[in-house]
């Protein structure tokens, strides 16, 4: 049984890889700070083979005697601070965590010496607005938009540069965006769905034709899987569905899945991307991997899931569809 960390395992894509993996037989250590994005409930609390630390990244001493106790075959960074708006409104705690934090875990396994394979979670955030028709390549240049996109372009590259300079034995992935359930509600699709429940307006910033390319969160997290067992370290492997949408077609799609609500248009935030898109035909080639979920059916598992934890007043002391970063 191979044991791995999973850094930022209570969050969304970070809880899903953690019971993916756990399923695979891997003995599954669990570093997160707990911040208001991750739940303690997102995990089993009977699940085996698993270990939990409350821990920020930073805590590089202790972070080390960690890593020194599990001497763990892969590390997992999930770690992160990840909604734009925040980023906008204080962007510090993502220059911690994102950067400041990848600088750490970086450090250690240089320090330690110890054979463990880095597998840094990037963003396609990173890449920057680009054309209708145009898909984002690993060797493209970085063009980040926001402070959150800055600070995971600023980790990606200081990751390279361990990589050239020390031969750090790590590995990138830039995902586009994930959904599914565990998602905190400050998020697009969890808003949507949540506003709707509410029987309130969905707020859509602008004219809601920004575009993302949606993949199902355990695709995601079976390509991290793949890529953390056959993947070239050094390498950066873009994650994508192919399937690009608008935010405003999101939000038709869940509102006919639960057969009511309506859309509102609000102020736009600064600095908002018009369009992100993937070419993942390096991941697809090397792995032979495929994302196996499309997104009207991963878009009606998440609604359920979400209508589901309504009921159980899950979200009543979430803050719910509040759309941030609106700075003149």
Known sequence: MKTVIVTGGLGFIGSNLVKLLNQ??????????????????????????????????????????????????????????????????????????????????????????????????????????????????????????????????????????????????AIITNSCNNYGPNQDPEKLIPTIILQILKKRAVPIYGLGKNEREWIYVNDNCRALIEIAEKGIIGETYNIGSGEVFSNLEIAKKIIKILKYGKTKFVKDRPGHDLRYSLNSEKIYK????????????????????????????????KKIGKRLGLIK
Do not use: M
């Open 24 to 169: 695979r037989n891997y003995y599954v250590v669990n570093v997160d700070k707990c911040t208001y994005a991750s739940n303690l409930n997102n995990i089993n609390k009977k699940i085996k083979n698993y270990k939990f630390y409350k821990l920020d990244i930073n805590s590089i001493n202790l972070l080390k005697n960690i890593l020194i106790k599990y001497k763990p075959k892969i590390i997992f960074n999930l770690a992160a601070e990840t909604h734009v708006d925040k980023s906008i409104e204080k962007p510090i705690a993502f220059i911690k965590s994102n950067y400041l934090g990848v600088f750490s875990i970086l450090e250690l396994i240089k320090s330690l010496k110890i054979n463990t394979r880095l597998i840094h979670i990037s963003t396609d955030e990173v890449y920057g607005s680009i054309e209708k028709g145009k898909k984002s390549k690993e060797e493209d240049a970085y063009k980040p938009s926001s402070p959150y996109s800055s600070t995971k372009a600023g980790a990606d590259l200081l990751i390279k540069s361990y990589i050239k300079t020390y031969n750090s034995p």
């Open 286 to 317: 090397q792995t032979r991997w495929l994302p196996l979920v499309k997104i009207d059916s991963g878009l009606k598992i998440t609604t359920d899931w979400y209508l589901n934890k309504f009921k159980e007043n899950f979200f009543i002391n």
